[in-house]
C-alpha cells in the first residue's frame, strides 16, 4: 500500500510541498488530509485510490534510489575514482544498476 504522500504526488503531478501547501494529520486512525493549500482541487478517497498504482511503482523506486545511493559511495570517493580509472568506475556503477533496477 502506498504512503498518502506518494498518492498525493501522483494525484498532483509535481512535489508537494507537506509543510505548506498539503497539511497531513494523524489522530491516532490513520493519516488524513487536514489542510489543502493548493489550487487544484483537493482529491477524494476514489482519486487517491485512483493513483495507488502509479505511487506504489514510485515508492518501491524511492527504496532502489536509496539503495543505490548507499553503494556507489559519496561524491569524492566517486570522483576519485573516476580520476585513477573511469571504466571501472562505470562498470561498477553499471553493475549496482543491474542489481538494483527501478520498474
Given at each position: 500500500?502506498?504512503?498518502?504522500?506518494?498518492?498525493i504526488?501522483?494525484?498532483?503531478?509535481?512535489?508537494?510541498?507537506?509543510?505548506?501547501?498539503v497539511i497531513?494529520?494523524d489522530?491516532?486512525?490513520?493519516?488524513?488530509?487536514?489542510?489543502?493549500?493548493?489550487?487544484?482541487?483537493?482529491?477524494?478517497?476514489?482519486?487517491?485510490?485512483?493513483?495507488?498504482n502509479?505511487?506504489?511503482?514510485?515508492?518501491?523506486?524511492?527504496?532502489?534510489?536509496?539503495?543505490?545511493?548507499?553503494?556507489?559511495?559519496?561524491?569524492?570517493d566517486?570522483?576519485?575514482?573516476?580520476?585513477?580509472?573511469i571504466?571501472?568506475?562505470?562498470?561498477r556503477?553499471?553493475?549496482i544498476?543491474e542489481?538494483?533496477p527501478?520498474?
Amino acid at each position: 500500500m502506498a504512503k498518502i504522500t506518494s498518492k498525493i504526488i501522483q494525484y498532483v503531478g509535481s512535489d508537494v510541498d507537506f509543510d505548506r501547501d498539503v497539511i497531513l494529520q494523524d489522530d491516532g486512525d490513520g493519516v488524513y488530509i487536514k489542510e489543502w493549500n493548493l489550487d487544484i482541487a483537493k482529491p477524494t478517497d476514489a482519486q487517491l485510490s485512483a493513483v495507488e498504482n502509479d505511487a506504489d511503482k514510485m515508492d518501491r523506486n524511492a527504496k532502489v534510489d536509496a539503495i543505490r545511493r548507499n553503494a556507489y559511495g559519496n561524491i569524492e570517493d566517486q570522483l576519485d575514482e573516476i580520476y585513477h580509472d573511469i571504466n571501472a568506475w562505470k562498470l561498477r556503477i553499471k553493475k549496482i544498476k543491474e542489481d538494483n533496477p527501478k520498474e
